[in-house]
């Protein structure tokens, strides 16, 4: 697998970082709108009986997503692209900046998450935390589950302003699952792709 680095410029007097990306990834902005044909193009493939199930969980992720996208201040969307339906199952990860309370660091959000949601380090060095964001939803019939993970990171420069991840991996819908092993590479991919950011500098 190769990789190739995809450079993101937030503006907004954030700091650029970049990122590295397997090929098939791709960087997208808030509006999902280049994810369509493709997601459509993987739903078209899958046995008739659980397509319903999941294009209606699919059109409720991208709702979700936009939701978020419009309250949360979203960097980037991160996909894979052009792959063969028959490999993948959709995912998907979010990047957003995420600003402490007026008064508060992201030490502070850090120590929240640890305390709340069971947050650990991610790399050896503790500068990034990841816990596990899993969810599961009932659709018609159908029980929905879906792995994730966030991930958070500080902004060097910006106490008050960390660099979040979140992960979502279609893990099983209307009887169908995605094995386990699958699963686990999924989210070790995205793991390496977060532990992969390098802040650019002046």
Not at 43 to 67: G, K
Not at 116 to 129: M, Q, S, V, Y
Request: with cysteine; glycine share 10%; proline share 7%.
């Amino acid at each position: 697998m190769s990789l190739r680095a995809e450079l993101i410029s937030p503006g907004a007097g954030m700091p650029a970082f970049a990122v590295l990306l397997p090929d098939g990834w791709e960087a997208t902005d808030s509006s999902f709108a280049s994810m369509r044909p493709r997601l459509d193009e993987v739903l078209d493939r899958m046995p008739v009986a659980n397509r319903a199930v999941m294009r209606a969980r699919v059109e409720e992720m991208l709702a979700s997503a936009r939701a978020e996208a419009s309250r949360a201040d979203v960097v980037r969307v991160f996909a894979p692209a052009g792959v063969d339906p028959d490999d993948v199952l959709p995912v998907s990860l979010v990047a957003s900046w995420l600003r402490a309370p007026a008064g508060g660091s992201v030490q502070d959000l850090g120590g929240g998450l640890i305390a709340n949601r069971g947050a650990a380090p991610l790399d050896e060095g503790g500068t990034i935390l990841r816990w596990s964001m899993d969810q599961k939803s009932r659709i018609e019939d159908g029980e929905v589950d879906i792995a994730g993970s966030g991930y958070l990171l500080p902004v060097p420069g910006h106490p008050a302003v960390g660099l979040m991840f979140r992960s979502q991996i279609l893990r099983g819908a209307g009887g169908s699952a995605l094995p386990e092993e699958g699963e686990r590479a999924m989210s070790l991919l995205c793991d390496a792709i977060v532990a992969s950011v390098r802040w650019r500098r002046g």
